[in-house]
T-cell receptor
Framework: GESVGLHLPTLSVQEGDNSIINCAYS??????FIWYKQESGKGPQFIID?????DKRQGQRVTVLLNKTVKHLSLQIAATQPGDSAVYFC????????????FGTGTRLKVLA | KAGVTQTPRYLIKTRGQQVTLSCSPI?????VSWYQQTPGQGLQFLFE???????NKGNFPGRFSGRQFSNSRSEMNVSTLELGDSALYLC??????????FGPGTRLTVT
């Protein structure tokens, strides 16, 4: 997208395959995490969230995994479709109980037909 | 339900000027957060307002300010614009801070 970094890590997947996007978060005090999708020319779109008292949460075609031990989040997209092509960001709330979100640098997902 | 709206969508200003951006949250949402997005720095948190009070603040200079009105609409102001303020400014609304929904952004270009 026009507002997103030009040198983002890129994940290319075949249409129909599963995608896994990873994110290392920065603050062990964070207790709430969100995944966003940003398409070119648009604002980020909420995909799924997870609280630190969970290690897995599933949505429609998406699953978020949280590993607090290594401060790692992942977003799994099942049966990736061309419409999934976008930049994906993880965000953490930074400090327990607050909403001062810290965003990751983002990963560009390219779906190959 | 209407989404988050931001006005204007595009703006060109000159160094030294000031600018005011507007955000109308989703109906019923009381929290509004502002972010700056640039290719170099990514998405950075500016501030969050809840029920007309600034609840959280990011690490931006005092030239960046905001406010929220009783109907939850919010404005942010940048004074004495610098070239580095060129960015996409995003507003996000939520009921209380979690599950934020973003608007399309205002693209500010400072010349």
């Amino acid at each position: 997208g026009e507002s997103v970094g030009l040198h983002l890590p890129t994940l290319s997947v075949q249409e129909g395959d599963n995608s896994i996007i990873n994110c290392a978060y920065s603050n062990s005090a964070s207790d709430y995490f969100i995944w966003y999708k940003q398409e070119s020319g648009k604002g980020p779109q909420f995909i799924i969230d997870i609280r630190s008292n969970m290690d897995k949460r599933q949505g429609q075609r998406v699953t978020v995994l949280l590993n607090k031990t290594v401060k790692h989040l992942s977003l799994q997209i099942a049966a990736t479709q061309p419409g999934d092509s976008a930049v994906y960001f993880c965000a953490e709330n930074g400090v327990e109980g607050t909403y001062k979100y810290i965003f990751g640098t983002g990963t560009r997902l390219k779906v190959l037909a | 339900k209407a989404g988050v709206t931001q006005t204007p969508r595009y703006l060109i200003k000159t160094r030294g000027q000031q600018v005011t951006l507007s955000c109308s949250p989703i109906s019923g949402h009381r929290s509004v957060s502002w972010y700056q997005q640039t290719p170099g720095q990514g998405l950075q948190f500016l501030f969050e307002y809840f029920s007309e009070t600034q609840r959280n603040k990011g690490n931006f200079p005092g030239r960046f300010s905001g406010r929220q009105f009783s109907n939850s609409r919010s404005e942010m102001n940048v004074s004495t614009l610098e070239l580095g303020d060129s960015a996409l400014y995003l507003c996000a609304s939520s009921l209380a801070g979690v599950e934020q929904y973003f608007g399309p952004g205002t693209r500010l270009t400072v010349t």
